[in-house]
Each structure stands twice: as structure tokens, then as C-alpha cells.
């Protein structure tokens, strides 16, 4: 059978009354196998969706929903929480071979799922942004990063357990396997506030093959003594290998796109950050470095989240318009 035909066959079928009359499939034929052609149309399909001006209004006008979620880390031995918003429409059979990038954000110290999705209003806000055309349906996850309250592993494998390869590896593959994903580093972002914004600094750099975007709201690039003892055990060689400052220069090939943030009155923070972009700036690496008047709280964050979303749209795959 030809795999174009039977690639065709198929999405004529899943896209009875909204498909119709597009060609999604865009090699040459004979040159694309039936796994490759349905990978094409599931990106042709997405951009056909949501970049084309007949779209139907009433997924970009209504809301998306946020629901709360369990499951099993193996690598922390527990069973932890994430809030995931899902965009408009997500339900909607007309869009059951539709895929989304994803933009992971990590709490702060608490660990908390509320953050986001209280603090940040992270729903309204990504609402609001596609009812206005300024971003793309995404979905977004906040993961539960901590087991105790203020016990926020820093998002390494150290003294408090192996946070990273929980968060980097078990949470991704929870995300993908249950929800229409990118499963691709070019379709996922990683970014938090404050500890959060250091913890998806640090997993983002050492985890390349996972994250194609990171983001950092007030956060930190080096390790304190408090920190070194608490989260490290003491083990100067762990600190340094999770200390973006100490390892950005040693680090070999393309950067991931980074996006930075801080409030002008955030005096720590601004001055870590301001060093931190100039060490980005002598790699030639793809960031971007915004302040604006605000300290280090929810309510500069809440106000600059669009800003972080919009730079997701622009550099995720299937993000873009």
C-alpha cells in the first residue's frame, strides 16, 4: 500500500467536518514512510489550526482547565502532584491528533503546585494571551517540588534525594505518556521563580536533550553555604557541577534559548542575573534579558508571566504563529 495513501486515508478519517481539503503531508511522494507523514501532519495539522484565520473562534474565545494529578517518581520513591493546564479545545475530537509543547514551571522555595496556578494565575493569564493572539494553545505543568513543606530539593540529585532525575526524567515521561505532547526537546521549556529559577536553570543546561528553551525569574546561578551544606551534603565537586556560573563557560555546543528576568529592586538578584547574562552574552548563546520596576515577589512575577510565555511561542516548536 502506498504510505501516502494510507496516511491520507487516516486523517480523512480523524478529520471528518475540520480537516478537509488540506494536504498535510508535505514530502515528495515516495519519500516518506506512513510513521514520517502522520509526524508531518500532526505539525501541518497544528499550524492549519491555530495559525490559519478561519480557525474556530470558540477555541481561542473559551477557557482552558486545570486539573491535578498524582503518579509514582520512581526515583524519589513517592507519589507526587502537578497541576497541568490544558488549552482550550484539548478535549475537542475534531483536535485528537493535535500535539502541544509544554512549559514546565517550577515553584519556588515551598515546592508548591499553588504557586503557579494561585500566584501566578497562570490559567488567566494563558487565557488571556490566546484570546488576544499572543501566543499559541501550550500546555503548562507545575509540578510538586518538595515532600515537605520548605524541603525543596533545588532540583539536584543530592543530600535530599534525586530531584532532578525526577524532574527531568519521570515527571517528562508522565507528561508525554498521558497527555498529547511534542516529545522533543524543540516542543518543551523549562523555567521557575526564584529557587525555582535556578533549579530550571540548572536542569535545563544539564539536561539539553529534554529542554530547548529555559527560563529564569529572579533566580540564581551559583551555590551559598547554606545551600552547599543543606542541599549538597557538603560536596563541593556536586555544588560546582550544579552551579551554572561554574559550569556555563565548560559547557560544548549550542545553548538552549534562555529567557531572564528581574525586578530592578531586586538588588540580589539583579546583580547575579546581570552576571550571569554576561557570561551568555560571551557564548554567543540565544537569551534574552528583561528588567522592569518590581522586587522579588508574586506580584512582579504574576505581572511579567505573558512575557515568558510569549518568548515560549517564539522559540517552541509548534509554538510559533
Same mark, same amino acid.
Given at each position: 500500500?502506498?504510505?501516502?495513501?494510507?496516511?491520507?486515508?487516516?486523517?480523512?478519517?480523524?478529520?471528518?467536518?475540520?480537516?478537509?481539503?488540506?494536504?498535510?503531508?508535505?514530502?515528495?511522494?515516495?519519500?516518506?514512510?506512513?510513521?514520517?507523514?502522520?509526524?508531518?501532519?500532526?505539525?501541518?495539522?497544528?499550524? +492549519?489550526?491555530?495559525?490559519?484565520?478561519?480557525?474556530?473562534?470558540?477555541?481561542?474565545?473559551?477557557?482552558?482547565?486545570?486539573?491535578?494529578?498524582? =503518579?509514582?517518581?520512581?526515583?524519589?520513591?513517592? +507519589?507526587?502532584?502537578?497541576?497541568?493546564?490544558?488549552?482550550?479545545?484539548?478535549?475537542?475530537?475534531?483536535?485528537?491528533?493535535?500535539?502541544?509543547?509544554?512549559?514546565?514551571?517550577?515553584?519556588?522555595?515551598?515546592?508548591?503546585?499553588?504557586?503557579?496556578?494561585?500566584?501566578?494565575?497562570?490559567?488567566?493569564?494563558?487565557?488571556?494571551?490566546?484570546? !488576544?493572539?499572543?501566543?499559541?494553545?501550550?500546555?503548562?505543568?507545575?509540578? !510538586?517540588?518538595?515532600?515537605?513543606?520548605?524541603?525543596?530539593?533545588?532540583?539536584?540529585?543530592?543530600?535530599?534525594?534525586?530531584? #532532578? +532525575?525526577?524532574?527531568?526524567?519521570?515527571?517528562?515521561?508522565?507528561?508525554?505518556?498521558?497527555?498529547?505532547?511534542?516529545?522533543?526537546?524543540?516542543?518543551?521549556?523549562?523555567?521557575?521563580?526564584?529557587?525555582?529559577?535556578?533549579?530550571?536553570?540548572?536542569?535545563?543546561?544539564?539536561?539539553?536533550?529534554?529542554?530547548?528553551?529555559?527560563?529564569?525569574?529572579?533566580?540564581?546561578?551559583?551555590?551559598?553555604?547554606?545551600?552547599?551544606?543543606?542541599?549538597?551534603?557538603? *560536596?563541593?565537586?556536586?555544588?560546582?557541577?550544579?552551579?551554572?556560573?561554574?559550569?556555563?563557560? !565548560?559547557?560544548?555546543?549550542?545553548?538552549?534559548?534562555?529567557?531572564?528576568?528581574?525586578? #530592578? !529592586?531586586?538588588?540580589?538578584?539583579?546583580?547575579? +542575573?546581570?552576571?550571569?547574562?554576561?557570561?551568555?552574552?560571551?557564548?554567543?548563546?540565544?537569551?534574552?534579558? *528583561?528588567?522592569?520596576?518590581?522586587?522579588?515577589?508574586?506580584?512582579?512575577?504574576?505581572?511579567?508571566?505573558?512575557?515568558?510565555?510569549? =518568548?515560549?511561542?517564539?522559540?517552541?516548536?509548534?509554538?510559533?504563529?
Amino acid at each position: 500500500m502506498d504510505p501516502h495513501t494510507s496516511c491520507g486515508s487516516l486523517l480523512a478519517t480523524v478529520g471528518v467536518g475540520a480537516f478537509v481539503g488540506y494536504n498535510y503531508c508535505t514530502k515528495e511522494a515516495g519519500e516518506d514512510t506512513l510513521y514520517g507523514c502522520a509526524n508531518d501532519a500532526v505539525v501541518n495539522m497544528y499550524l +492549519t489550526l491555530w495559525s490559519n484565520d478561519d480557525a474556530n473562534q470558540s477555541d481561542v474565545s473559551s477557557k482552558g482547565t486545570v486539573e491535578t494529578k498524582t =503518579f509514582y517518581s520512581q526515583a524519589l520513591d513517592h +507519589t507526587m502532584q502537578y497541576a497541568i493546564y490544558l488549552p482550550p479545545g484539548y478535549y475537542d475530537l475534531r483536535h485528537s491528533f493535535i500535539r502541544y509543547p509544554v512549559v514546565y514551571l517550577l515553584p519556588g522555595a515551598s515546592g508548591s503546585i499553588d504557586t503557579w496556578v494561585k500566584a501566578g494565575d497562570m490559567a488567566e493569564q494563558m487565557d488571556s494571551l490566546l484570546t !488576544q493572539g499572543q501566543v499559541q494553545p501550550m500546555i503548562l505543568v507545575v509540578p !510538586q517540588e518538595s515532600i515537605e513543606y520548605y524541603s525543596n530539593g533545588g532540583g539536584v540529585d543530592g543530600a535530599l534525594g534525586n530531584w #532532578e +532525575t525526577y524532574t527531568a526524567q519521570d515527571l517528562v515521561n508522565e507528561i508525554d505518556s498521558n497527555y498529547r505532547t511534542i516529545h522533543s526537546k524543540e516542543g518543551r521549556m523549562i523555567a521557575g521563580d526564584s529557587e525555582g529559577g535556578y533549579s530550571a536553570m540548572n536542569l535545563g543546561l544539564r539536561n539539553p536533550s529534554e529542554f530547548g528553551v529555559i527560563g529564569s525569574f529572579s533566580g540564581t546561578f551559583t551555590i551559598d553555604k547554606d545551600d552547599l551544606s543543606k542541599i549538597f551534603g557538603g *560536596d563541593q565537586s556536586l555544588a560546582e557541577a550544579n552551579s551554572p556560573m561554574h559550569y556555563l563557560p !565548560q559547557l560544548k555546543g549550542a545553548l538552549p534559548a534562555i529567557y531572564l528576568l528581574v525586578g #530592578e !529592586q531586586d538588588s540580589a538578584s539583579l546583580k547575579e +542575573t546581570s552576571e550571569f547574562a554576561q557570561e551568555l552574552k560571551a557564548r554567543n548563546a540565544p537569551f534574552k534579558f *528583561d528588567t522592569f520596576p518590581g522586587g522579588h515577589n508574586w506580584e512582579f512575577w504574576r505581572a511579567h508571566l505573558p512575557d515568558l510565555l510569549i =518568548f515560549a511561542r517564539e522559540h517552541l516548536s509548534g509554538g510559533g504563529g
